[in-house]
Nanobody
Framework: QGQLVESGGGSVQAGGSLRLSCAAS????????MGWFRQAPGKEREFVAS???????TYADSVKGRFTISRDNAKETVYLQMSSLKPEDTAVYYC????????????WGQGSQVTVST
């Protein structure tokens, strides 16, 4: 059980910033690993970043130094701060949840479009 709802997507020029939010409900958020993934047109979905229940973070090489994932357990929300955006960051961004003892992300949001123009 559980629901994830993303918000904060939109259009921005290259070099700009956006912050995505993902609000969780119906889950034990504080012990979930939360992740962000993205899927560009014609491409497979790819990993962007994750944050564990211990606040350990992991990033794809393509976004290191530009994106920051964080979480607020009191608000049951995970964030993705995106800076220095590039046109190749254009994609639908999904948040996902993985239970503490699970090997896979079993809960997904509906996706939020991010478009970066030159």
């Amino acid at each position: 059980q559980g629901q994830l709802v993303e918000s904060g997507g939109g259009s921005v020029q290259a070099g700009g910033s956006l912050r995505l939010s993902c609000a969780a409900s119906g889950r034990t958020f504080s012990t979930d690993t939360m992740g962000w993934f993205r899927q560009a047109p014609g491409k497979e979905r790819e990993f962007v970043a994750s944050i564990s229940w211990t606040f350990a973070t992991t990033y794809a090489d393509s976004v290191k130094g530009r994106f920051t994932i964080s979480r607020d357990n009191a608000k049951e929300t995970v964030y993705l701060q995106m800076s220095s955006l590039k046109p190749e960051d254009t994609a639908v961004y999904y948040c996902a949840a993985r239970g503490r003892y699970s090997n896979a992300y079993g809960y997904w949001g509906q996706g939020s479009q991010v478009t970066v123009s030159t």
